[in-house]
């Protein structure tokens, strides 16, 4: 599975992005896809999660701020982001995962940065 991220950019605090991430390949073999983020310095960390059947999951951190969703037809997953804030600036990865749990791929990231 590939998967092609875009939409990162620079935004001022308070703005909003939408992060896209495009799989292509395997496409019958991915059972969830997430958004995981890297700030300088520290190790990557869930963002948020939806599985083929639609359940979602987020940090704590981005909950009422962040939607994910997904659009089946075009094998697309979207983080919508609002209200950010400059500790949301990071590289943004997006990943598929198969039904037992374990990674099938990573996109190459997105760079988010938050800053007036």
Do not use: H
């Not at 958004?35 to 059947?53: C, D, F, H, M, N």
């Not at 697309?76 to 949301?88: A, F, I, R, W």
């Not at 198969?98 to 938050?114: E, H, K, R």
């Amino acid at each position: 599975v590939q998967l092609v991220e875009s939409g990162g950019g620079l935004v001022q605090p308070g703005g909003s992005l939408r992060l896209s991430c495009a799989a292509s390949g395997s496409i019958f073999s991915i059972a969830a896809m997430g958004w995981y983020r890297q700030a300088p310095g520290k190790p990557r960390e869930l963002v948020a999660t939806i599985t083929s059947g639609g359940r979602i999951n987020y940090a704590g951190s981005v909950k009422g701020r962040f939607t994910i969703s997904r659009d089946n037809a075009n094998n697309t997953v979207y983080l919508q982001m609002n209200s950010l804030k400059p500790e949301d600036t990071a590289v943004y990865y997006c990943n598929s995962e198969s039904s037992l749990g374990t990674i099938i791929s990573w996109g190459q990231g997105t760079q988010v940065t938050v800053s007036s």
